[in-house]
């Protein structure tokens, strides 16, 4: 019960999120780049749930809660993240016509936090599911998906973006100082 819960209200706040901000935004269409859907990693978090509750793979019982509070803390970065970008957040890999690079927040140091809150999230929810079998899933098609995501918006944006070349080489992608 409680990680249906917590499940939940991650997810629900998260849409909230989302949903403010493309309320406000999408009025002017920026210009898009084909990407992968992200139908993908639904489907690798429904797997992983079904694999986690068939108690495939088990990992130890006290790895749950410290799998909550690693989901909970990934997806509030995620949040935070996203409520830095504003305006500029999009599920889409696109840039808006006055689109500007932000350098304020987790944005000072790496230049994919969203994604790394999402990583950061899934890893706990592998936990929380008590399945080895659940987390490598959700490591391996999530981590496929970002690094693919993260490569395809980073060479649309220095194209579409002057200053987003100069921002890469003053950040990290994902690990500040290192990664």
Known sequence: ????????????????????????????????????????????????????????????????????????MGYAFTIYSI????RYYSTYVEVLPDHKVIYSGPYRLIRHPNYLGQIIGVVGLGLALQSWVSLLILLVVGGGYFAYRIRNEETFLVVEIGDYAKYMKRTKRLIPFIF
Do not use: H, N, Q, T
């Not at 917590?6 to 999408?26: H, P």
């Not at 409520?83 to 504003?86: A, P, Q, Y």
């Open 1 to 72: 019960m409680i990680f249906w819960v917590i499940f939940l209200c991650v997810y629900v706040a998260v849409g909230v999120v989302v949903a403010k901000l493309k309320g406000d935004v999408r009025k002017a269409k920026g210009k898009r780049r084909k990407e992968l859907s992200p139908f993908i990693l639904f489907a690798a978090l429904a797997a992983a749930i079904l694999i986690g509750y068939a108690r495939i793979g088990l990992l130890p019982d006290w790895l749950f809660y410290p799998g909550e509070i690693l989901f909970i």
């Open 83 to 86: 409520s830095v970008l504003g």
